[in-house]
């Protein structure tokens, strides 16, 4: 069983910064791959962005520029530091590591207003 406990939403005006936290389990280096998802209302679920165990990163076209994904590999965890946030990135972000399976977070709700 792969447990993912993410932190660091909350509520923030247009332009403000937040820094979401996921911790892992397992050694990080078990995981092909980990990064964030998000779900909008009515929308589909997203990539955010990722990170390869080899430090290959990917980032959604929408948030390039604007968002930074890194780990901490002696504490398993990964960052995905936000800045610049704009009210279409609200959503709800989930943390997902994968290794042959999809693992997921519960979520975290970030909310950007006007």
């Known amino acids: 069983q792969v447990y993912l406990a993410e932190s660091g939403g909350g509520l923030v005006q247009a332009g403000g910064s937040l820094r979401l936290s996921c911790a892992t389990s397992?050694?990080?280096?078990?995981?092909?791959?980990i990064g964030w998802y998000r779900r909008a209302p009515g929308k589909q679920r997203e990539l955010v962005a990722r990170?390869?165990?080899?430090?290959?990163?990917n980032y959604a076209d929408s948030v390039k520029g604007r968002f930074t994904i890194d780990r901490d590999n002696a504490n398993n965890t990964v960052y995905l530091q936000m800045n610049n946030l704009k009210p279409e990135d609200t959503a709800v972000y989930y943390c997902?590591?994968?290794?042959?399976?999809?693992?997921w977070g519960q979520g975290t709700q970030v909310t950007v207003s006007t």
């Open positions: 397992r050694y990080i280096f078990t995981f092909n791959t």
């Open positions: 990170i390869t165990t080899g430090g290959t990163t």
């Open positions: 997902n590591a994968y290794n042959s399976f999809y693992n």
